[in-house]
């Protein structure tokens, strides 16, 4: 079956970077688009990125654009989203997500991200 | 940019009942929402998508609807299972947003 599984999170000082990176199995890959969704603790969910199936369109949440990038690698079926000037705000849990119906259908089980100093 | 307000926040409600929880989108997006169901610790999961179809493997006590630019999720006939905190998601011009959530407690 799909399965989505992301890696890369951790403790991280404010400013530093990380790069997130979700491995997709069970699927064609290079067929869809995902998403990359975040949750603060205690918090809702929200969307942060997008990346269509061949790479070609991009979009961002606005608190991110300009620190953040999406992209993937379909030769390798995974996904990255690379976090520049990380802010104590950017703490959550990350998921990756299929792309489908206009929104998502298959998720990661999230890696966390903390950013303190 | 358009938001989405999702209502109530919070529910409590018995096994058996009929729960109703809605959002409203501040323009059209025509039948571009989708409804999650996520419980602690654990990935949101698809209940329904393009505002009333039912996601795979999805009960059939839920049900979604849509009135303009007003979207409904409906839980009939309540089970234990049914608890955790139920999102909207809206899509419009490759942009998306989630609602606020409503967090339903069974009684």
């Known amino acids: 079956q799909v399965q989505l599984v992301e890696s890369g999170g951790g403790v991280v000082q404010p400013g530093r970077s990380l790069r997130l990176s979700c491995a997709a199995s069970?699927?064609?890959?290079?067929?869809?688009?995902m998403h990359w969704v975040r949750q603060a603790p205690g918090k809702g969910l929200e969307w942060v990125s997008v990346?269509?199936?061949?790479?070609?369109?991009?979009n961002y949440v606005d608190s991110v654009k300009g620190r953040f990038t999406i992209s993937r690698d379909n030769s390798k079926n995974t996904l990255f989203l690379q976090m520049n000037s990380l802010r104590v705000e950017d703490t959550s849990i990350y998921y990756c997500?299929?792309?489908?119906?206009?929104?998502?259908?298959?998720w990661g089980q999230g890696t966390p991200v903390t950013v303190s100093s | 940019d358009i938001q989405v307000t999702q209502s109530p926040s919070s529910l409590s409600a018995s096994v058996g009942d009929r729960v109703t929880i809605t959002c409203r989108a501040t323009?059209?997006?025509?039948?571009?929402l989708a409804w999650y169901q996520q419980k602690p610790g654990k990935a949101p999961n698809l209940l329904i998508y393009?505002?009333?179809n039912l996601g795979s493997g999805v009960p059939s006590r839920f049900s979604g609807s849509r009135s303009g630019t007003e979207f409904t999720l409906t839980i009939s006939n309540l089970q234990p299972d049914d608890f955790g905190t139920y999102y909207c998601?809206?899509?419009?011009?490759?942009?998306?947003?989630f609602g606020q959530g409503t967090k339903v407690e069974i009684k």
């Open positions: 997500a299929r792309a489908w119906e206009n929104g998502m259908d298959v």
């Open positions: 069970g699927v064609n890959f290079s067929s869809y688009s």
């Open positions: 990346i269509l199936y061949d790479g070609s369109k991009k």
């Open positions: 323009q059209d997006i025509d039948v571009w």
């Open positions: 393009r505002a009333s």
């Open positions: 998601l809206q899509y419009n011009r490759f942009s998306w947003t």
